[in-house]
């Protein structure tokens, strides 16, 4: 599957962004989705992760209360809604996608065989 991702851009401190990721080249609802970001220096910090048909989430507490991920399967798209910025969230955001990656694995980024090219998100005033 390939992945393309967007939305990206510069907002103030307390303001949100959304954004998304298109699949394309395979079925879309096979695979479980997650959005990883990483900083210059730093490994590849993991966000948020979405079942196949949506029905569970996950987030570490770094982001919790503040970040939203959705996916609509007919669009190919999974979504990260992200309020609330902080100057810390600035990073490049990632989406992965892996069909068979089990739960103890979801948030660990060397286990995901599909990446997007990534988009910078820039919180600051």
């Known amino acids: 599957v390939q992945l393309q991702a967007s939305g990206g851009g510069l907002v103030q401190p307390g303001g949100s962004l959304r954004l998304s990721c298109v699949a394309s080249?395979?079925?879309?609802?096979?695979?479980?989705m997650a959005w990883f970001r990483q900083t210059p220096g730093k490994e590849r910090e993991f966000v948020a992760y979405?079942?196949?048909?949506?029905?569970?989430?996950l987030y570490p507490d770094s982001v919790k209360g503040r970040f939203t991920i959705s996916r609509d399967n007919a669009k190919n798209t999974v979504y990260l809604q992200m309020n609330s910025l902080k100057p810390e969230d600035t990073a490049v955001y990632y989406c992965?996608?892996?069909?068979?990656?089990?739960?103890?694995?979801?948030?660990?980024?060397?286990?995901?065989?599909?990446w997007g090219q990534g988009t910078l998100v820039t919180v600051s005033s």
């Open positions: 992965a996608a892996d069909a068979n990656i089990i739960w103890s694995f979801i948030s660990d980024y060397t286990k995901y065989k599909n």
């Open positions: 080249g395979r079925t879309f609802s096979n695979y479980r």
């Open positions: 979405i079942e196949r048909r949506g029905g569970s989430t």
